[in-house]
């Protein structure tokens, strides 16, 4: 029943959501280079001990990887870093564009994010994306994709102090998961596009929940590795 009523919502919230990538007035800084080796730009290694079973990772994928990171600078937070982090991962859906996207907790206890928790990420069309929490700190916290997801890999979010300021960063390593998603996440970009304006939206969310004002825009860094990653 929650999926048929994440579904109804899906018109609205793809006009929405394109009504508002096209008209954002967040400054970004983009850049994407292509590195010649995957020195430096591999996930880290899973926690002992945490269930392997269902994760895909960059050797389950196809095409090229993927080391992004997005990050923004926040001022006048009404939050202390761990502050802010522990409101956040009280309900993910606080920062996430709930009208396009919304975590679904399919596995754990609410009210926070522990390891070994599951969640889906409700998208339009087959974007749903499946997860595991691999790691949990009082700053971050890491998700391994499961199968059934578009992207093989891992994505961590986590929170820091610098110079007064709170910067939050959200920071994945992934290839497609097959040769279907490949197709369309970096030869079509229709996924990249839809995955780009998720984290973007994500954290400006972010930023609204700290009651702050984010500074310096929106900072988005690529680096696509096309071979020479573990097969």
């Not at 008209?23 to 290694?45: G, K, N, Q, Y």
């Not at 490949?182 to 995955?195: D, S, T």
């Amino acid at each position: 029943m929650r999926r048929w009523l994440t579904a109804a919502t899906w018109p609205a919230g793809i006009a929405l959501t394109s009504f508002d990538y096209m008209w954002r007035s967040t400054p970004m800084h983009r850049t994407e280079v292509l590195e010649p080796s995957p020195a430096d730009h591999l996930p880290p290694a899973h926690p002992e001990g945490v269930d392997d079973d269902e994760i895909q990772t960059i050797r389950d994928g196809s095409g090229p990887l993927f080391h992004r990171r997005y990050s923004t600078r926040i001022r006048d937070s009404r939050f202390g870093p761990e502050e802010l982090f522990a409101e956040l991962t009280e309900d993910l859906n606080r920062a996430a564009p709930v009208t396009f996207a919304r975590f679904q907790r399919v596995l754990g206890e609410p009210d926070t994010v522990s390891t070994g928790d599951e969640f889906v990420v409700r998208m339009p069309g087959p974007w749903d994306g499946p997860v595991r929490v691999v790691e949990r700190t009082p700053r971050s916290f890491r998700l391994a994709t499961l199968e059934g997801h578009l992207e093989a890999g891992q994505i961590e979010f986590r929170i820091r102090d610098e110079e007064g300021l709170i910067v939050f960063e959200i920071e994945s390593w992934a290839r497609s998961a097959n040769r279907l998603s490949n197709l369309l996440y970096h030869h079509l970009r229709m996924a990249k596009e839809v995955q780009r304006h998720m984290w973007i939206s994500f954290l400006e969310g972010v930023v609204k929940c700290s009651g702050g004002r984010m500074t310096g825009g929106i900072t988005i860094d690529t680096r696509r590795i096309e071979e020479g990653f573990p097969t």
